[in-house]
T-cell receptor, first 114, second 117 residues
Framework: AQTVTQSQPEMSVQEAETVTLSCTYD???????LFWYKQPPSRQMILVIR??????QNATENRFSVNFQKAAKSFSLKISDSQLGDTAMYFC???????????FGSGTQLTVLP | ETGVTQSPTHLIKTRGQQVTLRCSSQ?????VSWYQQALGQGPQFIFQ???????GRGNFPPRFSGLQFPNYSSELNVNALELDDSALYLC????????????????FGAGSRLTVL
């Protein structure tokens, strides 16, 4: 079974600064995808960024980028130029080719301070 | 392109009752998945429906059941409600093809908040 671990329950960052959220996972599969989702108080889960395990290049989406270390099974999210609207719960998630379901971590509550 | 809509947004039930939650999938999607998110935790996979049949199930008892309709909308039914069933129930739709690339791109609804007293 796959597991996803987020060891930082809460983090805060000053507006315009950079913050990194950590995630590790465990799997024996070779074909999988990794995600970061954002869940604001509105509750809707919003996709932030996606990484395909077979791609060595780290995914980027505007101010969001990942550091994917496949051998170490690590998948961290870097948010640059943090904005107040980035305040939310962030979930790391794993999607396997065999299970075809998302396995989520326990989340990191990020607060951006003005 | 419409997103995923869920109803009701909030509801309160008492222990032992039954509840039905509804979900309309995003246009163009053929698969619906349901997740349970307890307070302060990450979502847990309940099951997935594809072509009106269950296509994968997480570690949930049989009193959690579902349906998918020809228009790809879905229902989640929970019988004999227990206090621990209090949670946010998230529906997500996706496009399942022979390739894995579309199946993992899930679009989530805003959820139904269930409180069991």
């Amino acid at each position: 079974a796959q597991t996803v671990t987020q060891s930082q329950p809460e983090m805060s960052v000053q507006e315009a600064e950079t913050v990194t959220l950590s995630c590790t996972y465990d799997t024996s599969e070779s074909n999988y995808y990794l995600f970061w989702y954002k869940q604001p108080p509105s509750r809707q889960m919003i996709l932030v960024i996606r990484q395909e395990a077979y791609k060595q290049q780290n995914a980027t989406e505007n101010r969001f980028s990942v550091n994917f270390q496949k051998a170490a099974k690590s998948f961290s999210l870097k948010i640059s130029d943090s904005q107040l609207g980035d305040t939310a719960m962030y979930f790391c998630a794993f999607f396997s080719g065999s299970a075809r379901q998302l396995t989520f971590g326990s989340g990191t509550q990020l607060t951006v301070l003005p | 392109e419409t997103g995923v809509t869920q109803s009701p947004t909030h509801l309160i039930k008492t222990r032992g009752q039954q509840v039905t939650l509804r979900c309309s999938s995003q246009s163009g999607h053929n698969t619906v998945s349901w997740y349970q998110q307890a307070l302060g935790q990450g979502p847990q996979f309940i099951f997935q429906y594809y072509r009106e049949e269950e296509n994968g199930r997480g570690n949930f008892p049989p009193r959690f059941s579902g349906l998918q309709f020809p228009n790809y909308s879905s229902e989640l039914n929970v019988n004999a409600l227990e206090l621990d069933d209090s949670a946010l129930y998230l529906c997500a739709s996706s496009l399942l093809t022979s390739s894995l690339s579309g199946a993992n791109v899930l679009t989530f609804g805003a959820g139904s908040r269930l409180t069991v007293l």
